[in-house]
């Protein structure tokens, strides 16, 4: 059943959701506050979009046009109406289809800013998967895998361009590996913890297409206080907060 909401902290957008989908978290918020935008970002890509939140909460940043490419027909409608609910359909361009195929057709090294919230876990047939398809996709690597996230980046992004990755901390070797091998140099590393004390849940990376070596590991984030509300330092990404 579709709903609209304010997306996450920002009181003047509003999402399109349906709880039978794969409903956005607070990855999708975390990744383009944490992302570095170039002051002469031309285009930026959203890889895997969903329904919109990472494209939104982006075009409250810059003034460039964003394109956001996901496979599954009735997430990729929802990500159109969020789109136009929000008046942005002359920044933000949704196209529904594989980005195996939708890159074939995009200029390579066309855009300076590459952002993905992948599937984050590797499918087998013997994977336990959500009975919703929806769910499935976005959370198993059923269509889209992390080399091929990081390949097709490679390709379209131009150099010293910029790719912002949310993933699972356990999986920091395989993408530190992966961009490494696609010319894409890791420059910031940020690992966020639901409390003080507990172990990492979130990664967040960012590359250059063919960057110098250097990378920076940025402080711990801590999302939630004791009593469940969100820190000051996750509130700091909300608008309007």
């Not at 970002?41 to 996901?70: Q, R």
């Not at 499918?123 to 499935?136: F, P, R």
């Amino acid at each position: 059943m579709k709903v609209k909401n304010y997306l996450l902290g920002y009181k003047n957008l509003y999402i399109y959701q349906d709880k039978s989908m794969f409903l956005f978290s607070l990855d999708s918020i975390l990744l383009p506050n944490f992302i570095t935008l170039p002051r002469k970002t031309k285009k930026i890509l959203d890889i895997g979009t969903g329904n919109a939140p990472i494209p939104l909460i982006l075009s409250t940043k810059v003034d460039c046009p964003i394109l956001g490419v996901e496979i599954q027909k009735e997430v990729a409608s929802l990500a159109k109406e969020s789109v136009a609910l929000n008046h942005l359909e002359h920044q933000i361009t949704i196209i529904e289809g594989d980005i195996k195929e939708v890159a074939k057709t995009l200029e390579e090294g066309s855009f300076d800013v590459i952002t993905c919230n992948p599937p984050y876990f590797k499918y087998q047939e013997s994977s336990l998967v959500n009975e919703s398809d929806y769910k499935t996709i976005a959370r198993h690597e059923v269509f889209l895998n992390l080399e091929q996230v990081i390949s097709i980046s490679s390709k379209l992004l131009s150099t010293n361009g910029v790719f912002g990755l949310v993933h699972r901390p356990e999986r920091l070797l395989d993408v530190l590996y992966l961009m490494r091998k696609y010319q894409i140099e890791p420059k910031r590393i940020e690992f966020v913890y639901p409390h003080p004390g507990e172990e990492a849940n979130i990664l967040l990376i960012e590359g250059r297409k063919q960057g110098r070596p250097g990378l920076k590991v940025l402080p711990p984030l801590y999302t939630h206080q004791e009593d469940g509300t969100y820190t000051e330092e996750v509130k700091k990404y909300f608008e309007n907060n």
